[in-house]
């Protein structure tokens, strides 16, 4: 079983920043990918940005892409999003997710554990 809990989120304003951080804890965090992704009223959860555990491969997605960063400090079982030059439409509820796989899932079946998310709102 692993436990997942998100923090960073709050209220900023547009072109602002946040970052957002998963700790992640109840088995040994190697060898596993992980993902952000988030889900804004209304719409269905999408996928954000993942990374691998081993050769740091990540992937975005087109609305992350040159804005978002994903990280992960593997000692400190935690993995990051940081984001930059924020958009209304970034307005959402941001979900860590664990994935058993070592190569980064970029839909949601791919992943085994769920953080409770963490509200992002971004003021016009």
């Known amino acids: 079983q692993v436990q997942l809990v998100e923090s960073g989120g709050g209220l900023v304003q547009t072109g602002g920043s946040l970052r957002l951080s998963c700790a992640a804890s109840?088995?040994?965090?190697?060898?596993?990918?992980m993902g952000w992704f988030r889900q804004a009223p209304g719409k269905e959860r999408e996928f954000v940005a993942a990374?691998?555990?081993?050769?740091?491969?990540?992937y975005y997605a087109d609305s992350a892409k040159d804005r978002f960063t994903i990280s992960r400090d593997n000692a400190k079982s935690t993995v990051y999003l940081q984001m930059d030059r924020l958009k209304p439409e970034d307005t959402a509820v941001y979900y860590c997710?664990?994935?058993?796989?070592?190569?980064?899932?970029?839909?949601?079946?791919?992943?085994?554990?769920w953080g409770q998310g963490t509200q992002v709102t971004v003021s016009s």
């Open positions: 109840g088995r040994t965090f190697s060898f596993y990918a």
């Open positions: 997710a664990y994935s058993r796989t070592t190569y980064p899932p970029r839909d949601m079946a791919g992943y085994n554990y």
């Open positions: 990374i691998s555990w081993s050769l740091g491969t990540t």
